[in-house]
């Protein structure tokens, strides 16, 4: 197994030391990152090492209001992303289906037939039905996910 040489995190007194040894805080994500040799230079003078892929999220020593805060924090940045994504995907399957309908309309206009054109018709009011859906789609996501959640 290769050892990591980079992302180490030095802990005292059950806190993270922040970036550039300016300060300590209780959340790994908030820890400075550190190399090896640097984090083994300060290990047993009160301090100990850990690599961030195995060191805990929080430290006991975090205090709890701030650890709750760090976590409504997180939380609300997911749900943003979340939803830049879903009206992402809301604008591409919009546009698919847009290109679908304009591909269907040239289709029926060139056609001769009464029933063809029809059959082409079923198709494009469907395409409408799923472009209607499309539109809904992020408010319900969000909808429910705020209409099942404490805060």
């Known amino acids: ?10 802990v005292k007194r059950d806190l993270y030391y922040a970036p550039d040894c300016r300060g300590y805080t209780g ?6 990152r550190y190399d090896l040799a640097f984090a083994r230079a300060h290990e047993g003078h009160g301090c ?29 940045e997911a749900r943003a992303e ?13 546009a698919v289906a847009m290109e679908r309908l304009t591909s269907l309309e ?19 009011d469907q395409v409408l039905i799923v472009l209607g ?3 809904a789609l992020p408010d319900a996501v969000i909808a429910t996910d705020r209409g099942t959640t404490n805060g």
């Not at 040239?106 to 494009?124: F, I, W, Y």
Request: glycine fraction near 4%.
């Open 1 to 10: 197994m290769v050892e990591q040489t980079e992302g180490w995190l030095i």
């Open 133 to 135: 859906a499309i539109a």
């Open 27 to 32: 959340f790994r994500d908030r820890a400075g």
């Open 82 to 94: 979340r939803d830049a994504a879903a009206r992402d995907m809301r604008g591409r399957c919009k």
């Open 48 to 76: 100990t090492i850990a690599h961030e892929s195995a060191a805990p999220e929080f430290r006991q020593a975090a205090y709890s209001d701030k650890v709750i805060e760090h976590l409504i924090e997180q939380r609300d």
């Open 106 to 124: 040239k289709l029926r206009d060139d056609l001769h037939t009464p029933e063809a054109k029809g059959n082409v018709q079923d198709s494009m």
